[in-house]
DNA sequence: TTCCGCAGTTTGTAGACAGCATGTC
DNA sequence: CTACAAACTGCGGAA
């Protein structure tokens, strides 16, 4: 099929050409057959790199050329920015919103194309944001995560909302192949576009001693090591290939990619590069690791990398001069780095309460389909490696010829179902307990025709809960959501967070930092740190010395999850006590993207709860307010009034103010020769723009509104 | 005495969304 | 309560 005889705008199309794109993949003619172009709602069910998104584009530009908006949903932030860059460009106007990176986001309506996270698009329908009923095209990427325990509710909750919201709405789902897509196709109202096809040729097989089995050939391969792992990366690399190589934990991945490294000793100017690169940044024994790897061909990928250190290894593998990269599950369904080999070596995974359990079958063909990069390799290769010869039969069965899971609603869990069932009563989708379960009979859960009863009672239980927490309130005969309730709707919180934060503060009658952070550690929207046997003795040390600060109550026979929100409390407190990043990471075993993720979601919490202090415990406003400062910028209280100033961080303030420079004052008074030469002449020139701007704001707008006054 | 290899024992275990209001070194 | 690999420990033998 050619794309020139598509009803697709003239401009879309030449820019394809000229990409060297002018006929549809199989599985794409497929889907415009479907009523693509027609208005018909369809599931997209095939594999990675097949060309899904060319279909959802092709749609939107059609759409918006009717005058339509789109929106497209996406799981993950980084997905977020690789397709709003992707749509950027070609004639339409394209917005982003994700909770990190708003661009465009007062105009974001103006926008033809809407990129955003699942989570973003929720909370902007709970801020009753008008241009949403405007949708006329929904494109939800990675639909099989409906599945996903935590945050599948939230697409489900949010397909069923804006459908309700916008009858009319056309929309296009993409899935990676699923055991049940009928099903799903059902539930939407869906046409089903089912298809196996590739655009490079995938061959999966299994590594058994020397030689890899595939279904009708055997490849062999050269034993230069004991190293199974090592020699199968050896051998795509002697070929000109990459590999990826996919383990089951950090360590796993780091002791991989130094093994790999003094397997493959390649050196050149290049990769000596990236390595200074990562080393000058690093200051942590991890970073150090990687720099060491990077600068002989490998390197590894997890979620403790800094950000710099995972673009710089991604730039590397994407240039063809890192050649291996080991990773925990980070890579297998965020971004778009293709490999000519895939190495799955852990199929079996720790999971807290389960032990090492095989990995589902679709996450298996997550990383699979990683395997060859369109137009660079002539085919791609995933990799299983048995340890006998009957495991070899048994991962042929349960991975490479097995059938994909079916996907499930995971709507009815009462720990999600709490936060989504506020949500709709504050934001009017439903008033009573009746249209909350009609609400419901509209979601993939009730299509699945899943206990209804088990809905109904779960319903039942968060109401209850809902109702002695205060959040709603029964008037006349409709519910409705308190100030309070309203609030935690938009806040984005967990509802059994806001409890537990408004329990606390207002029992408590005396504000510590650590009481207040420990507080929000124990917290369900706060991820907490793992407890190693030997922190075990610092934070019995500490609890000697500071027991009576702590918010909550800690029993002496206390279970580990107090121990994780309290160790991981003391890793904010030393972030805010302006502890250095590489002893921090040294001192709680993480690494700098553990910690970054961390103070993130500790200042979402802090700020949270700032607005639930205004409710409830109006004396805690104002600690609150500055350790949400505090946390942000990991400082401490003496910087304060200093980071008010743009181009001021944790670092510049630090500076001035060892160079007895703490206020605006004495900003003011040391005047732009001496700061100069604390902060170099342009920073202190800048900053002294300011300064003038904000003496005359203070003039006009008065004590209330400025924060300069309070804290200079 | 020191070093090495081996076998048995202990230890630790993936990821990442959300608010708000603008700018780190 | 599950399972695995890396890190650690202790032992014996060789240098």
Redesign the pocket.
């Known amino acids: 099929m050619e794309i020139a005889d598509l009803p697709v705008p003239p401009d879309l199309a030449a820019g394809y050409a000229r990409r060297g794109i002018t006929e549809l993949y199989p599985p794409q003619a497929a889907c415009v057959e479907a009523g693509l172009f027609s208005g018909k709602n369809l599931l997209v069910a095939i594999p990675t790199a097949s060309g899904k998104t060319l279909v959802a584009e092709m749609a939107m530009h059609h759409q918006v050329a009717r005058g339509g908006k789109c929106l497209y949903i996406v ?4 997905l977020a920015s690789e397709k709003f860059e992707e749509f950027s460009g070609k004639g339409l106007r394209v917005g982003i919103a ?3 990176f ?1 661009r465009r ?1 007062e105009y974001l309506g103006r926008n033809d194309i809407i990129v955003a ?1 699942s ?2 698009v929720d ?1 902007l329908l709970r ?1 009753r944001t008008p241009w949403l009923a405007e949708i006329s095209l929904l494109v939800v990427d990675e639909v099989h995560l409906i599945d ?1 325990p ?2 599948g509710a939230t697409v489900e909750m949010v397909i069923a909302k804006l459908r309700h919201k916008n009858p009319g709405m056309q929309i296009i789902a993409l899935s990676a192949t699923i055991g049940n897509p009928a099903d799903l196709a059902g539930w939407l109202d869906a046409e089903l576009v089912e298809s196996e096809w590739r655009p490079v040729d995938l061959r999966e097989g299994v590594f058994f001693e020397d030689g890899i089995r595939f279904a009708d050939s055997v490849r062999e391969v050269e034993r230069k090591s004991k190293y199974e792992d090592l020699d199968l990366v050896l051998d795509t690399v002697t070929e000109g290939g990459q590999c990826l190589v996919f383990v ?5 991945a780091e ?2 990619a130094k093994r790999a490294a003094s397997g493959l000793k390649i050196a050149n100017p290049i990769l000596a590069g990236y390595a200074d690169k990562i080393r000058s940044s690093a200051s942590t024994d991890m970073g150090k690791i990687l720099a060491a790897c990077v600068a002989q061909g490998a390197a590894f990928h ?3 990398l800094s950000r710099e250190e995972r673009q710089l290894v991604e730039a590397g593998f994407r240039e063809g001069q890192i050649k291996v990269i080991s990773s ?3 890579l297998a369904a ?1 971004l778009n780095l293709p490999a000519r080999r895939v190495i799955v070596r852990d199929y ?4 807290a ?4 359990m095989p990995i589902p079958v679709r996450e298996y063909r997550q990383m699979a389909g990683r395997a060859g990069r369109p137009r660079l390799d002539p085919y791609g290769e995933a990799v299983l490696i048995a340890k006998s010869e009957e495991m070899v039969d048994e991962l042929f069965d349960y991975y490479i010829e097995a059938m994909a899971e079916d996907v499930r609603s995971r709507c009815a869990e009462e720990a999600v179902l709490c936060t989504h069932i506020l949500s709709l009563i504050a934001t009017g989708f439903a008033r009573e307990r009746g249209e909350v379960l009609g609400f419901m009979d509209g979601t993939f859960y009730a299509h699945q025709g899943e206990s209804p009863r088990a809905l109904k009672r779960a319903v039942d239980r968060v109401l209850e809960f809902l109702r002695e927490a205060e959040m709603i309130t029964e008037v006349g005969e409709w519910l409705e959501a308190t100030e309070y309730g309203s609030l935690v709707s ?3 919180i967990d509802p059994r967070s806001a409890e537990v934060i408004v329990n606390a503060m207002t029992r408590q009658k005396e504000y510590t930092d650590i009481g207040f952070l420990h507080l929000l550690c124990a917290t369900p ?1 706060m ?1 907490t740190l ?1 407890v ?3 922190d075990m003795y610092a934070l019995d040390r500490f609890l000697a010395d500071h027991r009576d600060e702590l918010w909550m109550e800690i029993p002496w026979d206390a279970d580990e999850g107090f121990d994780r929100s309290l160790k991981t409390a003391l890793l904010l407190a030393d972030w805010g006590d302006e502890v250095g990043e590489d002893v921090i990471c040294e001192r709680y ?1 993480v690494g700098p993207g553990d910690v970054y ?1 961390m103070v ?2 500790v ?2 919490l802090v ?2 709860s700032r607005h639930l202090a205004g409710l409830f415990a109006p004396h805690l406003k104002a600690p609150i307010e500055e350790m ?1 400062l505090r946390t942000k910028h990991g400082i401490k209280k003496e910087l304060l009034p200093l ?1 008010r100033i ?8 630090r500076r001035l103010f060892n160079n007895g420079i703490d206020s605006i004052e004495a900003l003011r008074e040391a005047g732009p020769e001496k700061v100069g030469k604390v902060l170099g002449q342009g920073i202190a020139a800048q900053v002294f723009e300011q300064l003038d701007g904000v003496r005359d704001e203070i003039g006009g707008v008065g004590e209330e509104q400025s924060t300069l006054s309070r804290f200079g």
């Open positions: 799981p993950l932030r980084a994700t909770g990190d708003d986001d996270t989570e973003k909370s801020n996903d935590s945050r089951s934990s950090r360590k796993n002791a991989f997890h979620a403790g925990t599950p980070t965020g079996l995974r720790f999971n309460g389960e032990g090492m938009r806040l984005y929207d991820p793992f190693r046997k030997n075993s993720g993130e979601s200042a979402w700020h949270a949400e980071i743009r181009g001021i961080g944790r670092v510049r303030a």
